[in-house]
């Protein structure tokens, strides 16, 4: 019966094509990345920047150096970069085999480093491409190095870089410190900003050139100031022969590109590319079935009866157009909460539980309606309800829907002439659906781990089965749980345990990861329940994470056509067993770590039990070019009293790309490596990979460090997230989708 | 586009309210009534291009509705499609899977269900593309990856009318093969209609978007 059944993989891939020589045919040749994952040559940077928004990562070795980098285009002119370093043969020229300690402690060095960079000018006629960074500019500094650096196309296929660098990029063929001399490193725990290293000491000019021979090959040579003195020097990992790099790279397609080269005049490299763009979705849309189309009505000379309002007495009229509107939405995932109506105007409520854009859930009711509502029905007033918490009302004209169905700037028109307001608690009297609740949704699926950084790799990962369910008894009231067990996995490989002053509340990770198995990750509920027209409420009581359980409440104030809100959250918790059944104590095992509760060393501090209070009060804005900010100031689960900044950008389809700072009053030293905590945030919708709607969004934490201090429950649910993207901004900015 | 087609429109209105509300639930909806006619000859086909398709006038003979023959030409896929709703002279025609295809006088004005949908369009009129000898604009609406809608004007004009025999599913007819090529910066494309001597576009090959390619529609009616 199937007829078109669009692709979306093929799809995707001839559309990738054709962008890939759309984009190499039309401009100079694209800025590529070298082997740090940052915008540049092969080992030196460029001064040019990455399409906005792009995300790339970067695998690249030569000789025993391997890393590994996450790279943003944070906006037109700033960059940012996360990387994972390893350097093997570490000790080769150490002397303190078998026994290393402190640095030396392992034979492969691992160091975490991000880096930024600024492009201070654009490429003109005559101007280069000028770009100032920072490279590892905040931790232990080992390949910390800063620059100054200017790329120009010559021809749309040559392109020439020159730079000064400082630092590690200052170490070959030095003329000189132009601002002074570099003072000594303090590392003391890492993470620190070293301000007053950058742009001093020894500065040194480095440079080369990019050919791009073809759509596909570029090749690349280089003239490197970095002597790698600490690698190839102190440490003999390799021989460093020659300050020239040479490279050839190739194309593959828009999302991979790889490289191969001849490095430093003794070592082959190679280097892997994958870039990601936010902007862009696979198959060029999200494919779902077409919407009802606008039924026009009759006029009313022609017809007068269909005007008619004498269908509002007919006593069964709501139950019926409820049904029927029900049935025409239910394919889409869209569920009618409950509708009410006079002569002239319906409301109806909707709970979306499939489409990840609002704006087209909304349409698609809009639509639907004009083929159920009777003539006389001229407004529409369209709830988006989300956990049973109605959050915004579009209203929207039906002569409106009726004239712009094919104007080719539908988007925009109707935009003006909606109204887009808060609701109250309840809606009026209405006719509600009975049929779809109590619902028991579940899942048996793959299940994986990872535990990133653990000191000895640079992740391990266990791979098994979850299973999921979720029984909502009223659509704001919510039994959730959630069991897992690993079939294969390396988790229990026990990695170097720092000591520490805090309670573990984070960094026992090791034990709830070989110990859980299976685990009860998640056994809670949840209710919610509006408190006024612009204030939402949430308790959830049960085994809320992993690691903790106990109640959290919370409340969150959103005016509707703000782009600040306002949340509380309490919450008394108290830590899991690492076994992750339904037991609070915690065995003395759990405390030990390299300092103590091993035998010939002393015991471990080990509390039998750990309960806290904690709770924050939060701040979130939404700036208008896609930048998002939140603010929490509050008592960490240590105990420890601070605040967190997390800064993202959030692009309209639902990517999400952020970074985060939490400084609380544990100092440095007690804190650990890292001094503070720190990390990553990333969150991509599913739809992206599938080209079918959906509303879930997978994400990632990337914490250089896991520590104690600045860690937040993670309980499931949270107000603002559940409920941002019905408010104003939410609806508007993927408003295209409408009319989709 | 006379007055037999607007009302088959509006039948289905008027059934959402007098059955709708007396409880004849979904029955009245249209785009179910195409389903229950056309589900008896559409057929699943294979990608790559079109092997010899499975559309006889023997199996169109058992379909009251009016349907017009839709083929997309990058997977080859076909579906047969009824007409669903009327909005001020552009008609909406559904497949069986809920994939529509809008039309102003036989000219593609939307799409949906693609995935890269042509949202909306202005297009010429059937006199422009059978007589007007000067050049004219088009404006295509489709979303670009954040949902924001892309509006792209494009200059037009008919490089070739001349005649030419068609057969549509074992019918032939005398039609003029107008070529009409329209062009916004570097990007391009094509399109083919085969008008009838009474004005009607019996045939046309349409561009829809990059990842959607174009589409055939052969009118099915006699």
């Given at each position: 019966?199937?007829?078109?059944?669009v692709?979306?993989?093929?799809?995707?891939?001839?559309?990738?094509?054709?962008?890939?020589?759309?984009?190499?045919?039309?401009?100079?040749?694209?800025?590529t990345?070298n082997?740090?994952?940052g915008?540049?040559l092969?080992?030196?940077?460029?001064?040019?920047?990455?399409?906005?928004?792009?995300?790339?990562?970067?695998?690249?070795?030569?000789?025993?150096?391997?890393?590994?980098?996450?790279?943003?285009?944070?906006?037109?002119?700033?960059?940012g970069?996360?990387r994972?370093?390893?350097?093997?043969?570490?000790?080769?020229?150490?002397?303190?085999?078998?026994?290393?300690?402190?640095?030396?402690a392992?034979?492969?060095?691992?160091?975490?480093?991000?880096?930024?960079?600024?492009?201070?000018?654009?490429?003109?006629?005559?101007?280069?491409?000028?770009?100032?960074?920072?490279q590892?500019?905040?931790?232990?500094?080992?390949?910390?190095?800063?620059?100054?650096?200017?790329?120009?196309?010559?021809?749309?296929?040559?392109?020439?870089?020159?730079?000064?660098?400082w630092?590690?990029?200052?170490?070959?063929?030095?003329?000189?410190?132009?601002?002074?001399?570099?003072?000594?490193?303090?590392?003391?725990?890492?993470?620190n900003?070293?301000?007053?290293q950058?742009?001093?000491?020894?500065?040194?000019?480095?440079?080369?050139v990019?050919w791009?021979?073809?759509?596909?090959?570029t090749?690349?040579?280089?003239?490197?100031?970095?002597?790698?003195?600490?690698?190839?020097?102190?440490?003999?990992?390799?021989?460093?022969?020659?300050?020239?790099?040479?490279?050839?790279?190739?194309?593959?397609?828009?999302?991979?590109?790889?490289?191969?080269?001849?490095?430093?005049?003794?070592?082959?490299g190679?280097?892997?590319?994958?870039?990601?763009?936010?902007?862009?979705?696979a198959?060029?849309?999200?494919?779902?079935?077409?919407?009802?189309?606008?039924?026009?009505?009759?006029?009313?000379?022609?017809?007068?009866?269909?005007?008619?309002?004498?269908?509002?007495?007919?006593?069964?009229?709501?139950?019926?157009?409820?049904?029927n509107l029900?049935?025409?939405?239910?394919?889409?995932?869209?569920?009618v909460?409950?509708?009410?109506?006079?002569?002239?105007?319906?409301?109806?409520?909707i709970r979306?539980?499939?489409?990840?854009?609002?704006?087209?859930?909304?349409?698609?009711?809009?639509?639907?309606?004009?083929?159920v509502?009777?003539?006389?029905?001229?407004?529409?007033?369209?709830?988006?309800?989300?956990?049973?918490?109605?959050?915004?009302?579009?209203?929207?004209?039906?002569?409106?829907?009726?004239?712009?169905?094919f104007?080719?700037?539908?988007t925009?028109?109707?935009?003006?002439?909606?109204?887009?307001?808060?609701?109250?608690?309840?809606?009026?009297?209405?006719?509600?659906?009975?049929?779809?609740?109590?619902r028991?949704?579940?899942?048996?699926g793959?299940?994986?781990?990872?535990?990133?950084?653990?000191q000895?790799?640079?992740?391990?990962?266990?791979?098994?089965?979850?299973?999921?369910?979720?029984?909502?008894?009223?659509?704001?009231?919510?039994?959730?749980?959630?069991?897992?067990?690993?079939?294969?996995?390396?988790?229990?490989?026990?990695?170097?345990?720092?000591?520490?002053?805090?309670?573990?509340?984070?960094?026992?990770?090791?034990?709830?990861?070989?110990?859980?198995?299976?685990?009860?990750?998640?056994?809670?509920?949840?209710?919610y329940?509006?408190?006024?027209?612009?204030?939402?409420?949430?308790?959830?009581?049960?085994?809320?994470e992993?690691?903790?359980?106990g109640?959290?409440?919370e409340?969150?104030w959103?005016?509707?056509?703000?782009?600040?809100?306002?949340?509380?959250?309490?919450?008394?918790?108290?830590?899991?067993?690492?076994?992750?059944?339904?037991?609070?104590?915690?065995?003395?095992?759990?405390y030990?770590?390299?300092?103590?509760?091993?035998?010939?060393?002393?015991?471990?501090?080990?509390?039998?039990?750990?309960?806290?209070?904690?709770?924050?009060?939060?701040?979130?804005?939404?700036f208008?070019?896609?930048f998002?900010?939140?603010?929490?100031?509050?008592?960490?689960?240590?105990?420890?009293?601070?605040?967190?900044?997390?800064?993202?950008?959030?692009?309209?389809?639902?990517?999400k790309?952020?970074?985060?700072?939490?400084?609380?009053?544990?100092?440095?030293?007690?804190?650990?490596?890292?001094?503070?905590?720190?990390?990553?945030?990333?969150?991509?919708?599913?739809?992206?990979?599938?080209?079918?709607?959906?509303?879930?969004?997978?994400?990632?934490v990337?914490?250089?460090?896991?520590?104690?201090?600045?860690?937040?429950?993670?309980?499931?649910?949270?107000?603002?997230?559940?409920?941002?993207?019905?408010?104003?901004?939410?609806?508007?900015?993927?408003?295209g989708?409408?009319?989709? | 586009?006379?007055?037999?087609?607007?009302?088959?429109i509006?039948?289905?209105?008027?059934?959402?309210?007098?059955?709708?509300?007396?409880g004849?639930?979904?029955?009245?909806?249209?785009?179910?009534?195409?389903?229950?006619?056309?589900?008896?000859?559409?057929?699943?086909?294979?990608?790559?291009?079109?092997?010899?398709?499975?559309?006889?006038?023997?199996?169109?003979?058992?379909?009251?509705?009016?349907?017009?023959?839709v083929?997309?030409e990058?997977?080859?896929?076909?579906?047969?499609?009824?007409?669903?709703?009327?909005?001020?002279?552009?008609?909406?025609?559904?497949?069986?899977?809920?994939?529509?295809?809008?039309?102003?006088?036989?000219?593609?004005?939307?799409?949906?269900?693609?995935?890269?949908?042509?949202m909306?369009?202005?297009?010429?009129?059937?006199?422009?593309?059978a007589?007007?000898?000067?050049?004219?604009?088009?404006?295509?609406?489709?979303?670009?990856?954040?949902?924001?809608?892309?509006?792209?004007?494009?200059?037009?004009?008919?490089?070739?009318?001349?005649?030419?025999?068609i057969?549509?599913?074992e019918?032939?007819?005398?039609?003029?093969?107008?070529?009409?090529?329209?062009s916004?910066?570097?990007q391009?494309?094509?399109?083919?209609?085969?008008?009838?001597?009474?004005?009607?576009?019996?045939?046309?090959r349409?561009?829809v978007?990059?990842?959607?390619?174009?589409?055939?529609?052969?009118d099915?009616?006699r």
């Amino acid at each position: 019966m199937m007829t078109f059944t669009v692709q979306p993989i093929r799809t995707a891939v001839v559309v990738g094509l054709a962008l890939v020589f759309a984009t190499i045919a039309s401009a100079e040749s694209r800025p590529t990345l070298n082997l740090y994952g940052g915008t540049g040559l092969i080992d030196m940077p460029s001064g040019e920047a990455q399409p906005d928004g792009m995300l790339s990562v970067t695998s690249s070795h030569f000789g025993p150096i391997s890393r590994t980098t996450l790279n943003f285009q944070i906006s037109e002119r700033l960059s940012g970069s996360f990387r994972f370093l390893g350097v093997r043969d570490w000790n080769k020229n150490a002397g303190c085999l078998p026994t290393c300690t402190g640095i030396d402690a392992f034979n492969t060095y691992y160091d975490r480093s991000f880096d930024l960079r600024y492009r201070i000018l654009k490429e003109g006629k005559y101007l280069p491409a000028v770009t100032i960074g920072l490279q590892d500019f905040v931790g232990t500094g080992v390949i910390a190095g800063e620059y100054i650096v200017a790329t120009k196309n010559l021809t749309p296929d040559l392109k020439v870089t020159a730079g000064l660098g400082w630092g590690r990029l200052g170490t070959y063929g030095s003329i000189g410190s132009p601002f002074g001399t570099r003072p000594p490193l303090v590392i003391g725990s890492g993470g620190n900003f070293n301000f007053d290293q950058w742009f001093r000491g020894p500065a040194a000019p480095f440079g080369g050139v990019e050919w791009q021979i073809n759509d596909a090959w570029t090749f690349k040579a280089e003239y490197s100031s970095d002597a790698y003195a600490e690698e190839a020097g102190a440490r003999g990992t390799f021989k460093r022969r020659s300050p020239f790099n040479l490279g050839l790279e190739y194309q593959y397609n828009d999302q991979m590109r790889v490289g191969a080269y001849y490095m430093h005049g003794s070592e082959v490299g190679i280097a892997a590319h994958f870039f990601l763009n936010p902007k862009q979705r696979a198959g060029g849309g999200i494919t779902v079935s077409a919407p009802d189309a606008v039924a026009v009505r009759p006029s009313r000379q022609s017809d007068p009866e269909a005007w008619s309002t004498d269908w509002v007495t007919q006593t069964d009229a709501g139950a019926i157009l409820r049904t029927n509107l029900a049935k025409r939405l239910s394919d889409d995932g869209i569920q009618v909460a409950s509708i009410s109506y006079d002569g002239s105007t319906a409301q109806v409520s909707i709970r979306n539980t499939r489409l990840d854009a609002e704006a087209q859930a909304v349409g698609r009711t809009a639509r639907a309606m004009t083929n159920v509502m009777p003539a006389s029905v001229e407004r529409f007033e369209i709830v988006s309800v989300v956990n049973g918490m109605p959050v915004s009302r579009v209203t929207v004209r039906r002569s409106d829907l009726e004239a712009l169905e094919f104007d080719t700037l539908a988007t925009a028109k109707l935009l003006d002439r909606v109204t887009i307001s808060s609701t109250p608690v309840s809606l009026r009297d209405a006719v509600r659906d009975t049929e779809t609740y109590p619902r028991l949704t579940w899942s048996v699926g793959p299940y994986a781990r990872l535990r990133l950084f653990d000191q000895n790799a640079p992740f391990k990962a266990g791979l098994g089965i979850q299973a999921n369910a979720k029984y909502e008894i009223t659509p704001g009231f919510i039994l959730r749980g959630k069991v897992t067990k690993l079939l294969v996995d390396n988790l229990s490989d026990r990695p170097p345990i720092p000591g520490r002053t805090l309670q573990p509340v984070r960094s026992a990770n090791y034990f709830y990861d070989s110990l859980g198995d299976p685990a009860i990750e998640t056994l809670s509920a949840t209710y919610y329940h509006k408190l006024s027209s612009e204030v939402y409420g949430r308790v959830s009581v049960g085994y809320l994470e992993r690691m903790f359980g106990g109640v959290s409440t919370e409340v969150l104030w959103m005016p509707t056509a703000r782009r600040w809100a306002i949340g509380a959250e309490l919450n008394y918790v108290a830590q899991r067993s690492p076994d992750q059944r339904f037991g609070f104590g915690l065995p003395a095992t759990m405390y030990d770590t390299d300092a103590c509760g091993d035998a010939g060393q002393p015991a471990c501090a080990s509390p039998s039990s750990y309960r806290v209070l904690t709770g924050h009060l939060s701040g979130y804005y939404k700036f208008d070019n896609g930048f998002h900010a939140q603010v929490d100031v509050g008592r960490y689960l240590a105990g420890d009293v601070g605040a967190t900044l997390a800064i993202k950008r959030e692009f309209e389809n639902g990517w999400k790309v952020g970074a985060f700072v939490t400084k609380t009053n544990v100092s440095a030293a007690d804190f650990g490596s890292g001094s503070f905590d720190k990390g990553i945030t990333l969150e991509i919708p599913l739809s992206v990979f599938t080209g079918k709607p959906s509303r879930e969004v997978r994400g990632n934490v990337l914490r250089p460090f896991g520590r104690d201090g600045g860690q937040r429950l993670d309980v499931d649910g949270r107000l603002y997230e559940t409920v941002r993207d019905y408010r104003q901004d939410g609806l508007t900015e993927q408003w295209g989708r409408f009319w989709k | 586009m006379g007055a037999v087609l607007e009302m088959k429109i509006l039948v289905p209105s008027a059934l959402a309210v007098c059955l709708g509300l007396a409880g004849c639930g979904n029955d009245s909806d249209s785009f179910m009534m195409g389903r229950l006619l056309t589900s008896s000859i559409t057929a699943r086909l294979s990608d790559g291009p079109a092997p010899a398709p499975a559309f006889t006038r023997a199996a169109l003979a058992n379909i009251v509705t009016p349907v017009q023959l839709v083929t997309r030409e990058k997977t080859g896929q076909k579906a047969v499609v009824a007409k669903i709703a009327d909005n001020g002279g552009v008609e909406t025609w559904s497949s069986v899977d809920k994939v529509t295809l809008s039309l102003r006088q036989g000219v593609v004005v939307a799409t949906r269900g693609f995935g890269e949908d042509l949202m909306a369009a202005e297009v010429p009129g059937t006199a422009t593309l059978a007589q007007s000898g000067a050049g004219y604009t088009r404006a295509h609406t489709l979303l670009n990856g954040l949902d924001a809608p892309v509006r792209t004007i494009y200059n037009c004009k008919i490089t070739e009318r001349s005649p030419q025999s068609i057969v549509v599913v074992e019918l032939s007819y005398k039609t003029t093969h107008v070529v009409e090529m329209c062009s916004a910066g570097d990007q391009t494309f094509q399109n083919e209609f085969w008008f009838e001597g009474n004005g009607k576009i019996r045939k046309s090959r349409q561009w829809v978007s990059e990842g959607v390619g174009h589409m055939i529609v052969e009118d099915l009616r006699r």
